[in-house]
């Protein structure tokens, strides 16, 4: 029974990512861009810049991975075979008569499946981008932690300052840089567990990791789809650690106070904006609730 | 007869760029930078920051593919004489009693003896690129493209991005980078062929290969400065292969509507805001015609 | 006596920075991070974006040249101990209860100790970076002075790019990034210095400069946080070169008129917004003054 499971995940964690999985991150990625307003227009009028757009969306990761560790950027046009896979996937999505693929994809169900299964593709980065860094700094826990997460979840921030560098950027976009998503934060929840597995501080067989882990996110992820609310597994550890982190010196508010006199006298301008800066957080929280 | 061809051809490959054809294409790209608003008077009041506008402007092209391959980007500093060349070349241009270089290189014959010059050093640019990149991705035949183009082209997008963080940057100005300049196009043309050619693609030996796309260039941006029209030698071909790729989808204007009514009430902002993009790209097409 | 000399100074280029002095050069970035208007509110709203931005606040330099370099930006987070020393000191500056920290640093002779001590990793910075890029370019004599410049006082540039990419950046602090500040100029002065020690231009034992490189950082800085003005030791020297290189053209008054008019006729937008240019640049100048 057993070795049955230890089997299971084994030829779990065997499994290559490259005909089907990868299309359907590549697939979930440009649906991801297609649904920005604008962008379709955009790709009729400059289809290169799109395509180009596109391909950042799909091998962002990767890309700051390999700019962290000086790595050639340009690698990922190296692998011919990924890249005609994610153009064509990208010409199909944004050119096909009649918009077949996206009313293809407008039904839950394929959503779902999709969506599944580029969960397992981030799994799958991780590693990859631990173990890469391991082969690089021996005991460099914190490089591990860093790589892992910019290669499971470093799109966002690529595919953000490409838009910066275009132009097409508003100032209340960075609410969104500044707060983590929820791809983020368990991405980097995965790169800190596989961290510590590749350190051996976990007892764990790395197969076993993956093939839990892998379930926890498509687990989340699908009922966070079905049920359409950002429910966040860990919000309540989250908001421990914070209390315990930064939280408790609130109940400090006298002296507080005190300092934040002494310290405007002082002429700094943080203290003194500190309640302006916080009510206005209090909004946005709201929100973003809002939003969700 | 042939051989004489050849050994022509052959001798014109070996020509070396260093002391006529650098200074050409230096004394072209600083007095771009000076024809730009407010860059004499920056010159003045930061002749710090102007030299290193300057060197980016000359440099950039060689700089982004550095960049792109994880190599050092200062290695062009390393370059001792071409750069106390260029610096000189910015020196005179900025700083000469009397702006007796601006006069001088504001008579047509010497414009069109820099800019002609200067259109070698592109295909010298082109060639190395794609060559460099060859040594490091063998059949990466993807790369040697965008590493060729970001040799011959890449100081536009240089020069943009040092533009960006300085914060004289406007968001008119990102219309230019994202419809690609005639040179950006005929460099793209460029890289292509030759990358072709270095895979054994095309049954023509190198040296005759740059001599005919120089003897294209030089003759092709002489003719567009005598007669100051853009006059785009492949605008046909360009039009007829961007309906074949992306235009013919336009006949299914009624599943089109269709979709677009469906993709809308599935909420997506994309095709919603498809018409008013339209607009607003046929407008700046008007535009940038007229402005042509 | 003179070996003596020699003693105490090679001794004190022997001093390693690991403890104390960089202690005090994280306990001088962070205080200077946490002096922006909001940066407290930051960190309880978002510690990990603000710990990141304290993290480029120490390492900046380092960074910077690892990217100039190729080298892998994440070198700097493979040095666990440095980055455990300067988080804990984050972490206490910005969450210790009732701001003690804060408070104890807004003593004088505090900040006077630890800016003095921050100025002697300076000194190191710079012959480290020196000697770094003598290891790469032989004799590439510029690189060595912009490596030495880049990791001496490089840490500036890396957090305006950082607010530029965050978005929480303003038109109007160009002029600082354009106007170089005076640790700026210092570090130029001195990465120019160790330059020429390298390249055996300069007849002086390499501890003996470091010595008197160091004292007078020291002096200086010191000096002008007592006295609160902007004292710069070689503004008259600056003033000569910057008039000998770029000034004496002003007397050609007469022909710079009729060259203006000139290229204003050529229709180039340059020549016409200089007295504009300038204008402001004179108005501006009194600004910095006042502020100053």
Redesign the interface.
Known sequence: MDSLWNELTFAFSRTSMFPFFDIAHYLVSVMAL????????????????SWFTAMLHCFGGGILS??????????F??N?TN?LLASSIWYMIF?????LV??GY?FLPVQLLAAGMKEVTRTWKIVGGVTH?NS??K?????MI??GWARGAGGSIIT??EQ??????K?E??IH????SYPAKVTLLGSVIFTFQQTKHLAISRHNLMFLYTMFLVVTKITMMITETAVMPFACFEDTL?WI??G??QQ?SS??K???T??SL?G????T??P???AS?KVQKKHTKKTE
Not at 66 to 75: D, F, G, I, K, T
Request: aromatic share 10%; proline share 7%; glycine share 4%.
């Open positions: 297609k649904h920005q307003p604008g962008a379709a227009a955009m790709a009729r009028k400059n289809p290169l810049s390999c700019v962290l560790l000086a790595e050639p950027p340009l690698r046009l190296a011919n890249i050119f096909c008569p009649c918009d996206s009313q407008s860094a690089y700094y005991n460099g826990w914190i490089v860093a790589i953000n300052f910066l560098v275009k132009g097409c950027w100032p976009a960075d840089r500044l707060k983590m914070n982190l930064f408790w010196q400090f002296c507080e005190r300092s934040e002494k310290s002082n700094t301008g943080s203290s904006s500190k302006i800066a916080d957080d």
